[in-house]
């Protein structure tokens, strides 16, 4: 399939490493494979080179570029190289995320990395989202899709910094869906559930693997791969009719009664 032929596209958060790519990785290489021009950004030395050498072996045509997404100077300079380069932009992936173990309930997390961690997530997106709109709006048409979480749709135990900046994010997509989709701007969000991406493998002791599998409805964990085609729908024209959506995208993790896993360990027993 060449879904993107002609398309410009931003993909932040995007890189590779020795445990392979994250969900902006895998994603800036699904959209290069099916003919579009891809500009990659993320922190100086997480990846982001790497990557646009491997998608550039593939055939790919990609440009990289440092990115701090509180910094809207930084924000600007992405934006304005896609530009600049390809003459325009069709397609914005938010993908870059800030999240921290120093995260962690109300009492536990410091003002200044509430503040962070917001000015990354929540102000970061807004920012891209600014800077890209004029030229989707020039051309009368673009796609944006933004990486949330299931962390912003329910509770949990931690990263409250996080999840709020997510719920940020998907009220955010709605608003922008709201505002330009006569003037042919598509607005949509996924929530991923547990990916096994690069920085996961990494950090993910195994016993929350094995909790995150025992309530996902599929015998699996996720893969970026996944992510990413849920993404390439959304920012594709196959997804024309659709927007201001905030999808689940989880293995089934939200999609169930809380207690359906030991239910079903406690009826398989008897």
Known sequence: ?????????????????DLGVGIGGATAIGLA?????????D???????????????????????????????????MVEL?????????????????????????????TELWDRIMAVNGRGVFLLIKYVLPHMLKAGKGSIVNVSSGSALVGDTTRVAYGASKGAINTLTKYVATLYGKQGIRCNAICPGLTLSNTAKRILPEAAKDIFLKHTLTPY????????????????????????????????????QTYSADMAALMAAE
């Not at 399939?1 to 490493?17: D, E, H, Y």
């Open 43 to 77: 922190l100086p030395g997480r990846g982001a080179e790497a990557l646009e050498k491997q998608i550039r072996a593939d055939g790919g045509e990609v440009v990289s570029c440092p990115l701090d997404q509180a910094s809207e100077q930084s924000v600007a300079a």
């Open 221 to 256: 964990l996720g893969a970026p791969e996944y992510l990413a085609n849920a993404i390439l729908f959304l920012a594709s024209d196959q997804a024309a009719f659709v927007t201001g959506v905030v999808m689940s995208v989880d293995g089934g993790l939200l999609q169930h």
């Open 82 to 110: 896609a530009v600049k380069t390809y003459g325009g932009v069709d397609i914005l992936v938010n993908n870059a995320t800030l999240m921290t173990e120093e995260d962690t309930d109300v009492l536990g997390t410091s």
């Open 1 to 17: 399939m060449q879904r993107f032929t002609g398309k410009v596209a931003i993909v932040t958060g995007a890189n590779l490493n």
């Open 33 to 41: 494979r099916e003919g579009a021009r891809v500009v990659i950004g």
